[in-house]
């Protein structure tokens, strides 16, 4: 498909259209992206929207990133920064030339700026790391050619959600095949493409992950060739890597936002508690253990979790007001173990604890 990105790429300004749609428990699930792109520049502006049955579960958007707040996620892509613009209005920019390690952790928004095309995460990417088809194309009378290729899940899931649990997966599931059906124009340029993850959905319910999701499919369009221009209008985005932090920096009573386009509860955005907020922290927790037996890998974890109860017991209301649901709290951190021959194991993390406006 090397030969269609040249050609695609020729074709200068395009509108794109990216959906993927799962059939649940739950109901009909829609996450639809549309935008415009640049090639030439490398340059993007799109939305997405995420929208959910009636009723559905928290957990259910957790596991497919649906935007904060469950509303909409606007992206622009000049080069290799992103912005991100918040429900308050403001511009947020994450940018690939910063430190290796807040480029590290900004991964989940730094991705839009695709390797091959100006906004990445869509079937694009999957159809330029396709290989050769293995069956003639069907030809159209306009000139038009359908392929049908196969990829491995590995390949697709680029643009799967970070809750789908593919990570979760061995190589040899990794390299489940898939079937991608791609469309050119006469021109030779991408114009379409489809994919059926039914395979892989198996394969994730074989290992307990998305079972509530029993059909998953995902389309791909571009339109408009030549005309459709990318808006630029995220100037004066303020730097991410010097505005966010970590949760786990915060102290007791102090506000976050997880609306920075992350959708983790890792790296926040700092507020004060009388703006809009979905984060409060209420305690602090370290857990250091010893014990002659080997403990189990989320032992320090269900240590801080049980010690938490304590510190939310403790808190000012004003603090746990607002947790969705009710009476319910968040342990963020991380944990090591240690063993030295003739020594007991030891286990110990230190923890930040808080609520959620949002219950996700």
Not at 63 to 71: E, H, I, S, W
Not at 209 to 235: H, I, K, M, N
Not at 280 to 308: I, Y
Not at 349 to 357: E, L
Request: proline share 4%.
């Amino acid at each position: 498909m090397s030969a269609s990105r040249k050609a695609t790429e020729a074709g200068g300004n395009a509108r794109f259209r990216y959906v993927l749609s799962y059939r649940t428990s739950h109901g009909a699930v829609e996450d639809l992206t549309t935008g415009a792109q640049d090639d030439a520049r490398h340059t993007a502006h799109a939305e997405r929207v995420l929208t959910l049955p009636s009723g559905a579960p928290d957990e259910l958007a957790e596991k497919l990133d649906a935007p904060t707040g469950r509303g909409r996620e606007v992206y622009e892509v000049a080069g290799s920064d992103v912005a991100f613009l918040t429900r308050g209005g403001d511009w947020l920019r994450y940018s690939a030339s910063g430190s290796s390690e807040f480029a590290e952790k900004a991964a989940g928004v730094l991705y839009r700026s695709g390797d091959r095309v100006p906004y990445g995460g869509t079937l694009a990417d999957v159809v330029d790391r396709a290989g050769r088809a293995e069956k003639e194309p069907v030809v159209g009378e306009d000139g038009s050619r359908r392929y049908e290729l196969t990829v491995s899940a590995r390949t697709a899931a680029v643009v799967l959600p970070e809750g789908a649990g593919f990570d979760g997966l061995t190589d040899e599931q990794a390299h489940t095949p898939l079937s991608l059906n791609v469309r050119l124009d006469a021109e030779g340029r991408l114009v379409e493409a489809t994919a059926d993850f039914a395979p892989l959905l198996e394969v994730l319910h074989q290992e307990g992950a998305l079972r509530e999701v029993t059909e998953l499919t995902a389309a791909y369009t571009l339109t408009d060739f030549g005309d459709a221009v990318p808006q630029q209008v995220a100037a004066g985005a303020q730097d991410t890597e010097k505005l966010l932090t970590e949760l786990t920096a915060m102290k007791p009573g102090a506000c976050a936002s997880r609306d920075t386009g992350l959708g983790s509860h890792g790296l926040v955005r700092p507020v004060d508690c009388d703006r809009d907020h979905d984060l409060r922290v209420f305690g602090r927790v370290r857990v250091d253990t010893t014990s002659r037996k080997e403990p189990r890998v989320d032992f320090a974890e269900s240590e801080a979790e049980k010690k938490r109860e304590a510190r939310f017991a403790a808190a000012p209301v004003a603090w746990t007001a607002r947790a969705k649901p009710r009476n319910t709290f968040l342990t963020i951190g991380s944990s090591q173990t240690g063993y030295s021959p003739g020594s007991d194991h030891r286990a110990y993390g230190d923890f930040t604890c808080a609520v959620s406006a949002t219950g996700y």
